[in-house]
């Protein structure tokens, strides 16, 4: 049995450059990854501020972390984590 992590929500500070939809799909192609939310929560003239959340069946969030800092952004806290129990499952 175990755990996975099913939902992470993030507070990331991403370059204005980068594009959100172009962020958004690059976290959905990640192995595991089944939905990505992104909301602005601050802008200033260099930077953004977003709230991120990550869905899946097991979303492995060391490969997040890696994706975010590839693009420049910087992961400021983990906000909230949600497991579930995998059930006879060899993952």
Known sequence: MGASLRRATLDVLKPRELDLT????????????????????EMDVRTETLKLTVEGRSVDLRKVHKLLEEHGCALRSVDALSFERRHGSTE
Do not use: H
């Not at 192609?29 to 909301?39: A, F, H, P, T």
């Open 22 to 41: 172009m962020l958004g799909k690059l976290l959905c192609e990640l192995e595991g990854v089944e939905r990505v939310e992104i909301s602005v929560v």
